[in-house]
């Protein structure tokens, strides 16, 4: 081989190292898992409903709906599923209509169940989002200020607190917040999420949203609260005994460079795998809290079709949630591989 065929075939090497460092830096090493469970979800989906006794169009939509649903009606849903063919044929029709967002019909809104959930889901991951980024980075302050004032007052009291409320349901947070500040005070709106007919525009109406935003975030934040500063002021404690954070004081680093920079940085990484933990839980308190305040999220749009028997709504929220779930917990793998290049590099 000639000095430019070899030039030629470890240039090829490099280009394959660096796509595939690409790849690795782009997915974490779970990706694959993500994907299996998504098919899994899809199928069980698909299954079920196929799998029930009777016809599947019952099985789908319900007696109550059957019997409500004009013959022409039948024919056409029957034709949209291709429930009068094979199971491959209905098995593309459900993926071709998944791809173009078809989650079917809802019969108690008249509507396709894909526009009933978009109409709702901005305002559950709105709650969720906030409540979510606020908790984490309320609880990691905590934890590191308790973490480094072991033993102290506020170290005391901060630990009885967040464990007294962290063992109260989220609902319950939610009732007793409802009732001292929407009931007995009158100092924030007692359900929805915006005021009705008020006609709001511009600042006013994101001052409204945020209102009645108030009490519902509350509920959620306190309970998520005390698990992410236990974790993360135990992390503290261990990591103060460690050899850098000694180097960093033998160096003359200050004690506000130690506590964050150095011991707060690295209590960053099991509070980010315990945050992916977190989501289906937070998911599942969301669902509660939107019912108690009559939020128009997907927790009230659940209710509401639960009460209904409308299955294509029940069905589709559930998937959606599902895939959010999947979704949050990808980009948190992706954050962790962020944190820590070790991860990475390992694969």
């Known amino acids: ?57 019952h099985a789908i939509y319900g007696d109550e ?36 967002g078809d989650l079917g019909f809802s019969y108690y809104y008249k509507e396709q169940v894909s526009q009933v959930i978009m109409g709702a889901l901005p305002w559950t991951l709105l709650l969720t989002g906030l409540a979510l980024v606020i908790a984490t980075a309320i609880g990691i302050i905590l934890g590191i200020e308790s973490g480094y004032r072991r033993s102290s007052s506020l170290d005391r009291g901060l630990v009885a607190g967040l464990m007294f409320l962290g063992g109260f349901p989220d609902f319950f947070i939610g009732i007793l917040l409802l009732l001292i500040f929407a009931v007995s005070l009158d100092v924030l ?46 992390t503290i404690l261990i990591l103060l005994g460690e050899s850098f954070i000694l180097t960093a004081r033998a160096k003359g680093c200050s004690e506000q460079c130690i506590k964050y920079a150095h011991a707060g940085r690295n209590s960053l990484l099991p509070v980010t795998t315990a945050t992916g933990l977190r989501i289906p839980h937070l998911m599942t308190g969301a669902l509660f809290i939107e019912i108690v305040f009559s939020y128009p999220g997907v927790g009230s749009l659940l209710n509401t079709a639960i009460a209904a028997r409308d299955y294509p709504l029940i069905q589709g929220i559930l998937l959606i949630v599902t895939l959010t779930v999947l979704s949050a917990n990808f980009l948190v793998d992706l954050l962790y591989m962020r944190l820590d290049p070790r991860v990475r590099y390992a694969h």
Not at 9 to 16: G, I, N, R, V, Y
């Open 1 to 57: 081989m000639n000095s430019a065929s070899a030039e030629c075939c470890l240039t090829k090497q490099e280009h394959k190292h660096s796509f595939g460092k690409m790849l690795r830096n782009l997915f974490p090493a779970s990706f694959l898992n993500y994907i299996i469970a998504l098919a899994a979800i899809f199928s069980l989906n698909f299954i079920l409903p196929r799998l029930m006794p009777g016809d599947p169009l």
């Open 65 to 100: 709906a059957m019997v409500a649903m004009t013959p022409e009606m039948e024919a056409e849903l029957i034709r949209q599923f291709s429930l009068d063919k094979s199971w491959w044929d209905q098995l593309l029709a459900y993926v071709l209509g998944l791809l173009q």
């Open 189 to 234: 709106p007692l359900s929805g999420a915006t005021s009705p007919y008020a006609g709001y525009e511009g600042l006013a109406y994101i001052l409204d949203i945020l209102r009645h935003l108030a009490l519902p975030l509350t509920s959620m934040i306190l309970v998520q609260l005390g698990g992410i500063f236990l974790l993360t002021r135990n």
